[in-house]
């Protein structure tokens, strides 16, 4: 059974940081492409990173050098550190597993507001 288990959301303060974790489990983790998308209240849910397998990282043009996806492949882990948070940011943030089928975790809210 495949899970994802993302942690690490909450409120914070504009300009704030945050550090999103997710673990899988129940995959080969090494071999998938590892992604964190994001779904604000009345839009489509959008890439924010990726790390593919490979070791080649994709960001949406809006995170761009402020947010870092990695990955830690003996720890099954895949992490998004977020700097310099917008109200734009607010949303819930999934991690997603991409290999020929793609896994999704349960979500975390992540909220920017003073």
């Known amino acids: 059974q495949v899970q994802l288990v993302e942690s690490g959301g909450g409120l914070v303060q504009p300009g704030g940081s945050l550090r999103l974790s997710c673990e899988a489990s129940?995959?080969?983790?090494?071999?998938?492409?590892m992604g964190w998308y994001r779904q604000a209240p009345g839009k489509q849910r959008e890439l924010v990173a990726s790390?593919?397998?490979?070791?080649?990282?994709n960001y949406a043009g809006s995170v761009k050098a402020r947010f870092t996806i990695s990955r830690d492949n003996a720890k099954n882990t895949v992490y998004l550190q977020m700097n310099s948070l917008e109200p734009e940011d607010t949303g819930v943030y999934y991690c997603?597993?991409?290999?020929?089928?793609?896994?999704w975790g349960q979500g975390t809210q992540v909220t920017v507001s003073s």
């Open positions: 129940g995959i080969t983790f090494s071999i998938y492409t």
């Open positions: 790390f593919s397998s490979t070791g080649r990282t």
């Open positions: 997603s597993a991409q290999r020929v089928v793609t896994y």
